[in-house]
């Protein structure tokens, strides 16, 4: 008789009838499904059973992750004091050049902190000579230590401030000779420290920011890189060196990179970041695109089966097992990679390899024959 037994595990029947199983019912300790054939639906069904043996295939790791570039082609611009801002014609997507002027920025501040650095710098030129008369006078005991000190101290108090306002000024792109000879700048520029494309703008003309503002962000394309979530289980695997296929979201075109360094740090998720360096750069690829990528890690003897001996029920995969006559059992088992025709499986726990013959061809005419008998109970 023509029937289809389902395990108490597989299947959960109520008394208002039956639906189709859950995928993750077959991964349950105990649970098969099992389907039995005729003389005749065997013959036609053209079923070939072996043991599973050994095969070299490559072994790839498949791992998620996106483009990304180094610390120093990512640059974030901000003002370097609170100022208003006088000119940008900066827009998203605009390439910039290094040493190019982003914004100019004005504010009365700054006229002062020049003005200052020029009050005290006219200064100096008479408490160097006072200092230095001072010393002359101290070493044949003429004068009185008291006022050597004072003077000593004058003098190196105003280049302090000297010093340090130089350096303020430096920071803020001031022209110094220009300023030596007395020219005060109202207006400072903000330059770009590298060659790349604008890829924020958080300001306008007009407005006033502050130091702590992210004005623009540029990024360099030139040296990106992949940056791979890989789990600690395949961490034993990896090594630098090992070449990375990779295709990008929405992109059928394979492009190859290096593992260039990997992670030490392993975080919540019990992953590890990769880092790879692209074979070939190009210059239209932008940070962030997201990819999926395929580390090679080399030839294995593994657990392999044909291709087609392996079915797929809810997007998870299984074989079957001959159990007796005309009798097959579904199992789930994992796949590893595949090349030239076979698939690596991992099996079940207490899977015995050298008693149990797996269906080699006519898998898929089980499952559909599996799945037919399936609808006729349900109906």
């Not at 098969?32 to 295939?57: F, R």
């Not at 002027?101 to 020029?118: E, F, G, K, R, S």
């Not at 503002?213 to 890989?230: C, G």
């Not at 692209?278 to 890690?297: F, H, R, S, V």
């Amino acid at each position: 008789m023509k029937r289809l037994i389902y395990s108490s595990l597989f299947f959960i029947i109520t008394a208002c009838g039956s639906k189709t199983p859950k995928a993750e019912a077959p991964h349950e300790e105990g649970a098969s499904s099992i389907v039995e054939l005729t003389s005749a639906q065997y013959t036609n069904a053209g079923i070939t059973t072996g043991k599973i043996g050994l095969k070299q295939i490559s072994s790839n790791i498949k791992a998620n992750g996106k483009l990304d570039v180094p610390p120093q082609s990512l640059i974030t611009i901000a003002a370097p004091f609170g100022a208003f801002i006088k000119n940008t014609e900066l827009l998203q997507g605009s390439l910039i050049k290094k040493g190019e002027v982003v914004a100019t920025l004005q504010h009365p501040d700054l006229i002062q902190l020049q003005q200052d650095y020029l009050e005290n710098k006219s200064q100096e030129e008479y408490l160097q000579a006072d200092y230095e008369r001072e010393t002359s006078l101290a070493k044949e005991n003429v004068n009185a230590k008291k006022v050597y000190e004072q003077s000593k101290a004058n003098y190196f108090s105003l280049m302090a401030k000297i010093n340090g306002l130089k350096e303020k000024l430096k920071l803020l792109n001031i022209d110094m000779k220009a300023l030596d000879a007395g020219k005060i700048q109202s207006i400072i520029s903000l330059y770009s420290p590298i060659t790349g494309y604008v890829t924020e703008v958080n300001t306008n003309v007009g407005a006033f920011v502050n130091p702590s503002d992210k004005l623009f962000e540029i990024v360099n394309t030139e040296h990106l890189h992949a940056e791979l979530t890989v789990f600690e289980r395949d961490l034993p695997k990896l090594k630098e060196g090992q070449r990375v296929r990779f295709t990008l979201a929405n992109e059928s075109k394979q492009r190859t990179a290096k593992v260039h360094l990997i992670g030490r740090q392993i975080s919540d998720e019990r992953t590890v970041q990769v880092h790879c360096h692209l074979d070939n750069e190009d210059k239209q690829l932008l940070p962030g695109m997201y990819l999926t990528a395929w580390i090679e890690t080399g030839n294995a003897m593994v657990d392999a089966l044909p291709d087609e001996a392996i079915v797929q029920f809810e997007d998870k995969p299984y074989i079957f097992i001959e159990k007796g006559q005309y009798q097959y059992e579904m199992i789930a088992v994992e796949k590893g990679s595949s090349e030239l025709g076979f698939t690596e499986i991992m099996l079940p726990q207490g899977f015995d390899k050298l008693n149990t013959k797996v269906v080699l061809k006519g898998a898929y005419a089980l499952y559909s024959k599996m799945k037919n008998s399936e609808e006729e109970e349900e109906h």
